[in-house]
């Protein structure tokens, strides 16, 4: 786990020192899962002396629309939480590589299990972050016998905070038994995603990843894929099912989100993917991203909040 190294948070509509952000053990979210968060990444630019946070319009309006799935109304517009995640970073000034983790919540105190009538409350910290997972370029991975949250039960495609209890349960199991992550299955059996990331394989030509109904949570990172596969390498890719076996015989197959980036899995199930080593294509996705999430490709400058650069307009 990443230990806390946050000076700040956004709680209760202001950025107060972390120490004074806390809830009540009778916080309803605490009790029940009924909170909603999404995660973002800061890429530190020792070039520019700039961190730039990535898409995070793209981040705040997928958390608002697993809010709404809530019956939470948020408080902030994507731009106002934009303008918050910038404030706060300003605040931390972290010069590195961060993580930042906002979260809306039914923050009402007291028992009762259900979502309607409720107060909620948005809140908000970062911290610095490097690498997620520690083989990012040759993962061997399981698939978990644990089935992914179905849109008829918890809707996989908000990121709804109980709904990890699912996550947690398909991590542990494929690290206790030496696996570094999970593909997990939906309800008919098909590929959905990995623990916490998308998954793509590059089989015969093509880069395939499940479509958005196959229990995914719609990432920012995977539409981001779509765009730089499209635009730098001429291949669109197809969302289509995948079956469990057809991992076996891609040539290459990788997970991607924000934690993880873009990690290369070279076994699953103990099959070698293709050579059983990172592939050309991953390895070429994997440069690619990091030259654009640091802001080393003007072309992609819109999916980039500079920081620091707003310090002037900060500072009044
Ligand atoms: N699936 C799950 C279950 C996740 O937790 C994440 C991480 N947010 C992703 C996919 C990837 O989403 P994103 O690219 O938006 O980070």
Known sequence: MNTPESRYAFFEGKIVPIEQAKVSVMTHALNYGTGAFSGLRGYWNPDHRELYVFRPIDHFERLTNSAKLLLIDMPYTPEQLR??????????????????????????????VKLHGLKADFTMFALP??????????LSVCTSSWRRVDDTAIPARGKISGAYANSALIKSEAAMAGFDDAIVLNQDGHVSEACAANLFMF???????????????EGITRQTLFTLFAEEMGMQVVEREIDRTELYS???????????????VTSV???????????????????????????????????????FACEEVYAD
């Not at 997620?132 to 370029?137: A, G, P």
């Not at 089989?203 to 196959?214: D, E, F, L």
Request: aromatic share 10%.
């Open 83 to 112: 303008d918050i995640v910038i404030d706060l970073l300003l605040h931390e000034g972290f010069r590195e590589d961060v993580y930042i983790r906002p979260l809306v919540y039914k923050s009402e105190l007291g028992i009762g």
């Open 250 to 264: 891609a040539d290459e197959v990788f997970m991607c989100g924000t934690g993880v980036q873009i990690s290369a």
């Open 129 to 138: 972050f490097g690498r997620y997972l520690e083989h990012d370029d040759g």
């Open 269 to 307: 199930d103990h099959r070698p993917i293709g050579t059983g080593k990172l592939g050309p294509v991953v390895a070429k996705m994997r440069t690619l991203y990091n030259e654009v999430v640091r802001g080393n490709l003007p072309r992609y400058y819109s999916w980039l909040q500079p920081v």
């Open 203 to 217: 089989r015969k030509g093509k880069i395939v990843t499940p479509p958005v109904s196959a229990n995914i949570l």
